[in-house]
């Protein structure tokens, strides 16, 4: 009507060039509602193949950016090494191809439905600690450890990937015992002469075969290597046996199960056990002792990394700025975040925390909102193993807990890290998407 009004103002009342004003009005309504249903088609195609929860999406493109940031500006130290024949634009391409592969298989793994991954666990699982193990005969060592193995020309960790199946093992276990876990028996007693008993005998096969012997393992075959990943996995185990309802008592006895193994570990030397504790009398140290006499080439890593936290202040030295990445042993991967705060300030780095400890909050919404019970405990398992690792990286950096060697997820430099954290977070998207959809179907 108002355009009808307009022209025949402008044109008079001829009826023919009111039905031109007409027509053209027409022409012109007919290509707006065109364009705004093709930016809606665009859209809904977007909002399609990138299912799940939209602000997990934004959180995991934000740390990726930061990712491209972290490692241009740490491995100038390594670019510059006579030994090395690589440019710190070599590293960045390298970067960017890991995070080219992360975002596909996020795409790839958040399209798949939870009962496939349900399908495949204990296969997965089996194959991680297969791998884990043959480490040991047949990987590289690097600092007194063997931890890679060589897989189609690339080095790979089997450890990362044990760290998320041990959480999809889990959750599927659980998940197929809600109706009992309250009554369940999972752990034996430390009294190994009892096992023989009908009673024993049971609990064995009800939940010691099934559930606790599994994280034993897992934690025994990496202990050899990476002591602190051993510490991840059995905290994390524990986080999900209590998410699956499993009674105080025998977390408890768990945890009894645990302190055993430690002492026999310790008084043995087995492992890397002198490595855990000369790293432990250095934390001590720092927390008893004076440091300010003390040389500057003397310092350890962790004190470095406190003073590059301090140097960076508020607002941080600027980007590539850094003056203490080339006395660190590896700014790139073990101490990111204080690099990190140091190039952009703890502003800026409080946000970063603040997206890994997101993560864990889109999570228990995700759980929350999911009507099944293995992918609600998958997503809120593999966000905790993320946000977990996170804040242990961040409290060694700040000397709260003793060197780990954990990676920032996401962000330090290493390509085994990135995959499987990234595989996790495919999952959580996966989780969402079929929450969303409503396509979770019968499984449990």
């Not at 799940?52 to 491995?75: A, E, H, K, N």
């Not at 995070?99 to 298989?105: F, Q």
């Not at 524990?238 to 008592?249: D, E, K, P, Q, T």
């Not at 998958?378 to 780990?404: D, R």
Request: hydrophobic share 50%; aromatic share 10%.
């Amino acid at each position: 009507m108002y355009e009808e009004k307009e022209f025949s103002q402008v044109r008079g009342a001829d009826g023919a060039d009111v039905a031109q004003g007409a027509d053209a009005a027409g022409r012109s309504d007919t290509d707006g509602a065109a364009a705004a249903s093709g930016g809606h088609g665009v859209l809904d195609t977007v909002r399609r193949l990138l299912g799940g929860d939209r602000v997990l999406w934004v959180i995991i493109i934000s740390l990726m950016i930061i990712s491209v940031l972290v490692v241009y500006s740490s491995t100038a130290k390594m670019a510059y090494n006579a030994r090395m024949a690589s440019s710190t634009a070599e590293f960045l391409r390298s970067q960017l191809f890991l995070l080219v592969l992360c975002m596909v298989a996020i795409f790839v793994v958040h399209r798949i439905n939870s009962q496939t991954y349900r399908r495949f666990t204990n296969l997965l699982f089996g194959v991680s600690l297969l791998l884990t193990l043959v480490v040991y005969f047949t990987g590289q060592t690097t600092n007194s450890a063997a931890r890679w193995i060589s897989l189609f020309g690339f080095q790979f960790q089997p450890s990362e990937m044990l760290k998320l199946t041990i959480v999809m093992y889990l959750a599927n276990q659980l998940a197929k015992r809600q109706s009992t876990i309250r009554t369940l028996q999972i752990v034996p007693s430390l009294k190994f002469w009892t096992w023989t008993t009908p009673k024993q005998r049971r609990i064995w096969r009800e939940g010691g075969l099934p559930i606790f012997l599994p994280i034993v393992l897992s934690c025994v075959i990496i202990l050899p290597a990476h002591t602190s990943s051993a510490v991840l996995v059995f905290v994390l185990s524990l986080a999900m046996l209590y998410i699956g309802r499993v009674r105080w008592r025998e977390i408890f006895r768990i945890i009894s199960w645990a302190l055993v193994g430690l002492a026999f570990v310790a008084v043995l030397g087995l492992g890397r056990s002198h490595t855990a504790h000369g790293r432990i009398e250095t934390w001590v140290d720092l927390w008893t002792s004076s440091q300010t006499e003390k040389p500057i080439d003397e310092l350890s890593d962790t004190e470095r990394s406190m003073i590059a936290i301090y140097s960076g202040g508020i607002l941080g030295r600027g980007a590539g700025q850094s003056a203490v990445r080339v006395e660190m042993t590896h700014p790139e991967s073990d101490y990111a975040f204080a690099f990190f705060v140091e190039e952009y300030g703890i502003g800026i780095a409080m946000i970063l925390v603040a997206l890994y400890v997101w993560i864990f909050f889109r999570a228990i919404e995700i759980f929350e909102r999911c009507p099944k019970k293995f992918p609600a405990m998958l997503s809120l398992g593999i966000a905790l193993l993320i946000t977990g690792q996170a804040l242990l990286h961040i409290m060694v950096t700040v000397n709260i807990i003793p060197e780990t060697g954990q990676t920032l997820p996401m962000i330090s430099r290493g390509g085994s890290s990135l995959l499987f954290t990234s595989i996790g977070l495919g999952m959580i998207l996966s989780v969402s998407r079929q929450t969303e959809e409503g396509s979770h179907g019968d499984d449990v």
